[in-house]
């Protein structure tokens, strides 16, 4: 993977592989263009009229929840299943320091307006998402100084009145726009427990055990975004057994990069399967998954910015000869990247068929 070092003026960011580079790119932008909204006239008028009735509409929710529900129609009855997933103690962590911010001067200051339970009961997530779409990012993103920004933006309900438009495609997948689409309209349009609840029923579904269920959800390395693109990629392979496999691989993550590696790398293999031959079954090695094919040829997806002949790289191939050996003799070695001109070669002749450049090629 390559690694950068990326220089902005809200500080320095570290990106492993392309695809995060591509990330780090684009949440610097949404930076400057957040900053920018904050200074313009607009974001000045909007703010100043904003979260007015922020705390008594909290205290009606949380002290006379019948009451507020009458106010919320069907959204409050999902609400109350969404609180039905935290656990008590937050609940009552959430409801005190909605309290605390009733009863106090905090109260005035919408970026301290309590606990994400208060944000939820105000819309605020809503907000922070639309916002999110509009600047085209992960809504769950990790960088903490852009979510600050997203955060106090859409606690002014600024998302939709300051009118941010960008041109720059949505989330880090380059290829399917269908598949696109339909990923970017869960994350975004959906409450975060719901799509939460959504992901699990799925994964329950595609028969996956209940222990990897909740490994995988409670995954720290991955983001709800990154977890809803793998589902949706599990969910759009019918008929592939060994799908528990991948969710297994994906919770070996040990950061941000690792998540977002194997989170192409299934993504890419779901492209496979829809668009060039059906897979069959995934089988499972010590450093990587492959998937054997309806026309008998093992595939594997390996999401590198560039792969070269070193000892790692001819170690790699020989591992994946070990455990394919016998299964078939044809093999298909999918590359994001590029291939040198030695790996290639020799890759060649180990009865390899070599593909860099792979989201474009598939």
């Not at 205290?59 to 299943?81: E, I, N």
């Not at 026309?295 to 790699?316: C, H, L, Q, S």
């Amino acid at each position: 993977m390559n690694h950068y070092r990326v220089g902005s003026r809200f500080g320095v960011f570290q990106a492993i592989g392309n695809d995060e580079l591509f990330v780090r790119i684009r949440e610097i932008e949404a930076l400057e263009t957040l900053k920018n909204m904050s200074k313009s006239r607009l974001f000045v008028d909007s703010a100043s009229d904003a979260v007015t009735d922020t705390v008594e509409n909290v205290g009606d929710a949380v002290d006379d929840p019948s009451a507020a529900a009458q106010d919320l129609g069907s959204g409050f009855s999902r609400l109350l299943k969404r609180l039905g997933r935290m656990s008590r103690n937050a609940y009552e962590k959430g409801r005190s320091m909605i309290s605390k911010n009733y009863e106090t001067k905090e109260s005035k200051n919408p970026s301290v307006t309590g606990s994400n339970l208060a944000k939820g009961l105000l819309g605020v997530n809503r907000a922070y998402r639309e916002l999110a779409r509009e600047l085209r990012i992960d809504p769950y993103t990790r960088n903490a100084p852009l979510r600050t920004e997203i955060e106090k933006m859409a606690s002014y309900s600024a998302a939709g009145s300051l009118g941010v438009r960008t041109i720059i495609p949505v989330l880090p997948i380059l290829y399917g726009a269908g598949y696109l689409m339909a990923v970017s309209d869960l994350v975004y349009n959906t409450h975060p427990l719901d799509l939460q609840l959504q992901n699990e029923a799925s994964l329950r579904n595609m028969g996956i055990s209940k222990k990897w269920i909740r490994r995988f959800m409670e995954s720290e390395r991955h983001t709800l975004t990154t977890q809803t693109r793998i589902v949706t990629s599990l969910e759009r392979m019918d008929g592939v057994q060994g799908k528990s496999i991948l969710v297994r691989v994906a919770t070996l993550a040990q950061d941000n990069s690792d998540a977002l590696f194997f989170t192409r790398m299934i993504e890419l293999l779901s492209i496979y399967h829809q668009q060039r031959a059906s897979l069959k079954k995934f089988i499972t090695t010590e450093r990587i998954p492959f998937a054997i094919a309806g026309n008998g040829r093992a595939i594997v997806m390996a999401p590198f910015d560039y792969f070269r002949w070193t000892r790692k790289g001819k170690e790699f191939i020989q591992h994946l000869d070990q455990n394919i050996s016998g299964k078939t003799a044809h093999r298909e070695l999918w590359i994001t990247g590029q291939i040198s001109v030695a790996a290639r070669r020799n890759i060649g002749k180990a009865g390899w068929a070599v593909f860099d450049q792979a989201a474009t090629r598939i």
